[in-house]
Nanobody
Framework: QVQLVESGGGSVQSGGSLNLSCASS????????IAWFRQAPGKEREFVAG????????DYVNSVRGRFTISRDNAKRTVYLEMNSLMPEDTAVYYC????????????????????WGQGTQVTVSS
């Protein structure tokens, strides 16, 4: 398993911005697709955004497309999620996850394709 640590969560008003980070010390970082998932109280965990090993391909759930941007810095072994124009419905615990099922070449959305997870960071957006 890959150890992943999220940071950057907090509370903001609607329309505000937050930037999340996911860091790891794994020596095989470039073999992994990294994704952000989120889970709101009483709801299932859902895919938010993902990025391939070299950043060539990204994918977003429709509800955040155009507002969120995922990126990665392989030298720092860190993935970022820039969140703009936040809405109350974005409120959730955000988790960073890694998958090497496809050796970091493609972005996948299924929970079962991810084998390592961070502890999560809370994002709260108020009206």
């Amino acid at each position: 398993q890959v150890q992943l640590v999220e940071s950057g969560g907090g509370s903001v008003q609607s329309g505000g911005s937050l930037n999340l980070s996911c860091a790891s010390s794994t020596r095989f970082w470039n073999d992994y697709t990294i994704a952000w998932f989120r889970q709101a109280p009483g709801k299932e965990r859902e895919f938010v955004a993902g990025i391939t090993w070299n950043g060539a391909h990204t994918d977003y759930v429709n509800s955040v497309r155009g507002r969120f941007t995922i990126s990665r810095d392989n030298a720092k072994r860190t993935v970022y999620l820039e969140m703009n124009s936040l809405m109350p419905e974005d409120t959730a615990v955000y988790y960073c996850a890694s998958s090497n099922r496809h050796h970091g070449i493609v972005v996948v959305r299924l929970l079962g394709d991810y084998d390592s997870w961070g502890q999560g960071t809370q994002v709260t957006v108020s009206s």
